[in-house]
């Protein structure tokens, strides 16, 4: 299992960015995939997740409304679309599949969300 996190940057505040996290050897069917943030100085929190299987999805309470997860099915993708960005946002984001077996992460990226 392999996860591909991309689509970091600098933005100012109010810009927008999407992160996609393309994942390898699972299927979406099977497992729910989740974003994750770690701040600097700040403990790595979960901030969204979707579950192709249930089909649903959540998001935490400080970023909804402003960020939305989503599927691609077809290019085995995930996207974190983020508007409204804050400077608080800034943290390196990372994707995670939770199986049976193992958590798998990807390779984090840095969202910077300047003031």
């Known amino acids: 299992v392999q996860l591909q996190a991309s689509g970091g940057g600098l933005v100012q505040a109010g810009g927008s960015l999407t992160l996609s996290c393309a994942v390898s050897?699972?299927?979406?069917?099977?497992?729910?995939i989740a974003w994750f943030r770690q701040a600097p100085g700040k403990e790595r929190e979960g901030i969204s997740c979707i579950s192709r299987k249930y089909d649903s999805t959540y998001h935490i309470q400080s970023v909804r409304g402003r960020f939305k997860i989503s599927i691609d099915n077809a290019k085995n993708t995930v996207y974190l679309q983020m508007n409204s960005l804050k400077p608080d946002d800034t943290a390196v984001y990372y994707c995670r599949v939770a199986t049976d077996m193992a958590n798998y992460w990807g390779q984090g990226t840095l969202v910077t969300v300047s003031s």
């Open positions: 050897g699972l299927s979406f069917d099977d497992y729910a």
